[in-house]
């Protein structure tokens, strides 16, 4: 059923069985669990994760390829049985970034990916500890890492 | 807040609903503990900084001004995926 929805983009019209529903929801935001993907022409790369439930609540999200081009995690098997994953791409993965007053200082969080299932719905925001992904990365460093790794690519084949 | 002491190699267990968790003390050097947590696997365990860490990264992404923020963002980010790497492995 199409019903409509008042988000932090405005009023939008989602399919109610396409909700993303987060149960266990977001670290700072476990009251709500219904979610929506966005990804409006305007503002792309950046797709925003809305509530359908609180209107002032939207997580900045991007792709994090596009950002770390090598950008890889290992899920456990509890949560790909949750999400009912049987190959990659029956997931999305995200991540927040923080964008404050200052673009110098925009952070993407590597370390806490939200993993979207295609087959279920079902979302979950994913805490990896010990690992070389951290909350915070500077988007800066991040990209002029990125554009050396693939000019070593195109250079290498 | 409850407040029990225990030993080393003593444990305690919290139930939550049907299910238990046990927590023993394994070790204690100068002040500093070692537990080991048994439970189901779909009880997450985060050493509690971390958790409050993301807490608070979650809540400074959510922004007011999202067309500005977006604008200076799409000037920011390239645009060419590799199809190199896919991001996530199944375990």
């Given at each position: 059923m199409i019903k409509d929805f008042d988000?932090?983009?405005?009023?939008v019209k989602i399919d109610t069985e396409k909700i993303i529903k987060f149960e266990y929801g977001i670290p700072g935001f476990e009251n709500l669990t219904q979610f929506a993907l966005?990804?409006?022409e305007s503002s792309f790369p950046i797709m925003w994760l809305v509530s359908l439930e609180d209107k002032q609540v939207a997580f900045p999200v991007i792709l994090p390829q596009l950002i770390r081009n090598d950008y890889e995690i290992i899920l456990p098997e509890d949560i790909s049985d949750y999400l009912?994953?049987?190959?990659?791409?029956?997931?999305?993965?995200?991540?927040?970034?923080?964008i404050p007053q200052n673009t110098e200082d925009i952070t993407i969080n590597l370390a806490a990916p939200i993993i979207i299932s295609l087959k279920?719905?079902?979302?979950?925001?994913?805490?990896?500890?010990?690992?070389?992904?951290?909350?915070?990365?500077?988007?800066?460093?991040?990209?002029?890492?990125?554009?050396?790794?693939?000019?070593?690519?195109?250079?290498?084949? | 807040m409850l407040i029990l002491?225990?030993?080393?190699?003593?444990?305690i267990i919290i139930k939550v609903g049907?299910?238990?968790?046990?927590?023993?003390?394994?070790?204690?050097?100068?002040?500093?503990?070692k537990l080991g947590f048994e439970a189901p696997k779909e009880?997450?365990?985060?050493r509690s900084e971390l958790y409050e860490e993301i807490v608070n990264q979650n809540k400074a992404s959510i922004i007011d001004d999202i067309t500005q923020?977006?604008?200076?963002?799409?000037?920011?980010?390239?645009?060419?995926?590799?199809?190199?790497?896919?991001?996530?492995n199944l375990k």
């Open positions: 988000t932090k983009l405005g009023s966005l990804k409006p009912e994953l049987e190959k990659p791409e029956d997931a999305v993965v995200i991540c927040i970034l923080t279920n719905n079902k979302g979950l925001q994913l805490l990896i500890e010990n690992s070389e992904y951290k909350i915070r990365h500077y988007l800066k460093d991040e990209i002029e890492r990125n554009n050396q790794l693939l000019s070593v690519q195109r250079d290498g084949g | 002491s225990r030993k080393v190699g003593e444990s049907s299910n238990n968790i046990k927590i023993t003390i394994l070790e204690s050097n100068n002040g500093t503990l009880i997450k365990i985060y923020a977006a604008n200076l963002l799409k000037k920011e980010i390239p645009n060419n995926i590799s199809p190199k790497y896919k991001s996530i």
